[in-house]
């Protein structure tokens, strides 16, 4: 069985930072695409950024310049950091990788729990 679990979130002032966190752990074969999503009241589930094994990446459009996506794979962890938080950056974060568990499994997306992130003065 795998799991995700995500670490980092927090209050943080308007134009502070946070470091999330997200180790995949369990029956892990290989790791192909990592990333963070967020959901705030109301809205959709949005793309923040994903990561590739290979390391390449991609951004929503929100957060470029701003957010850094980077994982390591020897410890099937991803990080996300933050730098110039808005207020609307305020959102539950959630984890997802794409991954086999097994030679013979096909690849599927798992989910974290997610973490709060509120920006707030």
């Known amino acids: 069985q795998v799991q995700l679990v995500e670490s980092g979130g927090g209050l943080v002032q308007p134009g502070g930072s946070l470091r999330l966190s997200c180790a995949a752990s369990?029956?892990?074969?290989?790791?192909?695409?990592m990333g963070w999503y967020r959901q705030a009241p109301g809205k959709e589930r949005e793309l923040v950024a994903l990561?590739?094994?290979?390391?390449?990446?991609n951004y929503g459009d929100s957060v470029k310049g701003r957010f850094t996506i980077s994982r390591d794979n020897a410890k099937n962890t991803v990080y996300l950091q933050m730098n110039s938080l808005k207020p609307e950056d305020t959102a539950v974060y959630y984890c997802?990788?794409?991954?086999?568990?097994?030679?013979?499994?096909?690849?599927?997306?798992?989910w974290g729990q997610g973490t709060q992130v509120t920006v707030s003065s």
């Open positions: 369990g029956s892990i074969f290989s790791i192909n695409v």
């Open positions: 990561i590739t094994s290979g390391g390449h990446t």
């Open positions: 997802n990788a794409h991954l086999r568990g097994s030679y013979t499994d096909y690849e599927r997306a798992y």
